[in-house]
């Protein structure tokens, strides 16, 4: 619809490793297990054992990502649940509440099989020690191997378009380069937004607000709004690592190590063993600039042909785990404390790494671009420290309490104020759930006060 089309890598993720191997995980559920079974034979059972409970539990769990937290829906759901995986409970809270580390420990014997599935916890802000990091591993490795990897043709880009044609063939109207300065409140609703040109949007129904509750409550609303109690709440709200990024064009596609088909595949970890890990969120932590960080390599040109020039490649290299201030370097070799120093300086770095995984990578690089966490919180006021899912996922700041207790759904103090994103439940991710949910609520209400047609008394 609306001229997009997604689509499905099949290879989805693999793990490349210093030593020239590396672990690959397909939608082909022979391939993957063959992988594992290369490693050990103990790891090929383990991966077997992971993908059972995926299929066991993933259609109980999942749903919740479709429901306000708390909910009448969310209650009814979750007694269904119960009842329906008896046996298999104590799976679910060990997905749930336990540490990635402790996921992989449990499933694999090798590092290398651990290091497969370990780097998808550290998507978000889970450090392999962190409680509830295992959910986000296990979900994000397993629905890959089920799924595949879903792309936009085009790029991220073409969702963009095509949600603005959408909006603007439904009558809306949408302004860019304008800044929002002040939701304006009257009588303790929401009646509009004031833009930093001094213009107001009135609202006739809501005022959604996709920003993060420091934002919203410390920013946005007049002070006298909002309770003092729900202000300190939302101004407590913890932000996770900064991101940053490599963009390159690459004159052909790399040539790896570990093997000619690893080009195919949608991300390559690199630096993801457990101790590797550990290592980079210590250190990041620490305020200090990884001296071997998780690198997360995106390759979506074979999948994807148009995003290149023929024969050419493009390429993302992510660190998902950076410090927004840098306190210093953990390999001591980088001076400077400011992103806008040593930014070029940690891009070197990230290269230099992938080149020991792809000899010759610097070679076949047209251009590159350079993202710190100063860059994206100047690009998107939302992104603080560079945080690019909007807030820690840490068990303390996740599901019934994201973004903070007494919240949990949406709404605020100020009557038809909604807030979404991925400061919302369910969380980071390219999902729009929390906006489908606010949505429903607004038509719901909406029809409650429709008069009834068509009805003869």
Same mark, same amino acid.
Request: charged fraction near 20%; include cysteine.
């Given at each position: ?196 040109? &001094? %213009?107001? +949007?009135?609202?006739?129904?809501? $005022?959604?607000? /996709?920003?993060? @509750?420091?934002?919203?409550? =410390? ?39 570990? &093997? %000619?088909? +690893?080009?195919?595949?949608?991300? $390559?970890?690199? /630096?993801?063993? @457990?101790?590797?890990?550990? =290592? ?178």
């Amino acid at each position: 619809r609306a001229g997009l089309r997604f689509i499905t890598c099949h290879e989805a993720f693999a793990s490349a490793y210093s030593d020239g191997t590396a672990v690959r995980v397909t939608t082909d559920p022979e391939r993957t297990q063959a992988e594992f079974a290369r490693c050990s034979a103990a790891d090929c059972e383990g991966w077997r054992s992971l993908v059972a409970i995926y299929r066991r539990i993933a259609p109980h769990v999942l749903p919740f990502t479709n429901m306000p937290l708390p909910s009448g829906a969310a209650a009814f759901h979750a007694l269904r649940m119960a009842a329906g995986l008896r046996g298999a409970m104590l799976d679910l809270r060990h997905v749930i509440f336990g540490s990635s580390g402790q996921l992989v420990d449990r499933f694999f014997r090798t590092d290398a099989a651990k290091g497969a599935v370990l780097p998808w916890g550290f998507h978000q802000d889970f450090g392999p020690a962190v409680k509830g990091g295992a959910a986000f591993a296990f979900v994000a490795a397993l629905s890959a191997h089920m799924k595949g990897l879903v792309v936009a043709q085009g790029g991220a880009d073409a969702i963009v378009s095509a949600l603005r044609r959408l909006i603007e063939d439904g009558g809306g109207t949408i302004r860019t380069a304008t800044q929002a300065t002040e939701v304006l409140v009257e009588g303790g609703r929401a009646v509009g937004v004031r833009t930093s040109t &001094g %213009d107001v +949007l009135s609202a006739s129904r809501a $005022v959604i607000a /996709n920003v993060t @509750p420091p934002l919203l409550f =410390g920013q946005l609303l007049p002070a006298h709004s909002v309770p003092d109690r729900v202000r300190k709440r939302a101004m407590a709200f913890r932000y996770g690592p900064g991101v940053f990024m490599v963009h390159l064009a690459l004159s052909r596609p790399l040539a790896w190590k570990a &093997g %000619d088909d +690893l080009h195919r595949f949608m991300y $390559v970890h690199l /630096n993801g063993k @457990p101790d590797e890990i550990a =290592g980079t969120y210590a250190q990041c932590t620490t305020g200090l600039l990884p001296s071997r960080p998780v690198i997360v390599v995106s390759q979506p040109t074979h999948a994807d042909p148009s995003r290149a020039w023929a024969g050419c490649a493009a390429m993302r290299l992510q660190v998902r785990a950076v410090p927004a201030i840098i306190a210093g370097d953990a390999a001591g070799t980088i001076r400077g404390r400011g992103w806008a120093d040593i930014k070029d300086a940690f891009a070197d770095r990230i290269i230099g790494q992938l080149e020991e995984h792809a000899p010759g990578a610097r070679d076949v690089i047209l251009a590159r671009h350079v993202m710190s966490p100063e860059d994206f919180e100047r690009e998107n006021s939302n992104l603080i420290g560079g945080d690019c899912v909007s807030g820690s996922h840490h068990l303390d700041q996740n599901y019934l309490r994201r973004p903070f207790p007494g919240w949990t759904r949406y709404r605020t103090p100020v009557e038809r104020l909604f807030m979404i994103g991925a400061s919302t439940w369910p969380g980071g991710g390219v999902n729009a759930a929390s906006g489908y949910l606010v949505a429903q609520d607004l038509l719901g209400q909406a029809s409650k006060k429709a008069p009834q047609r068509g009805i003869e008394r």
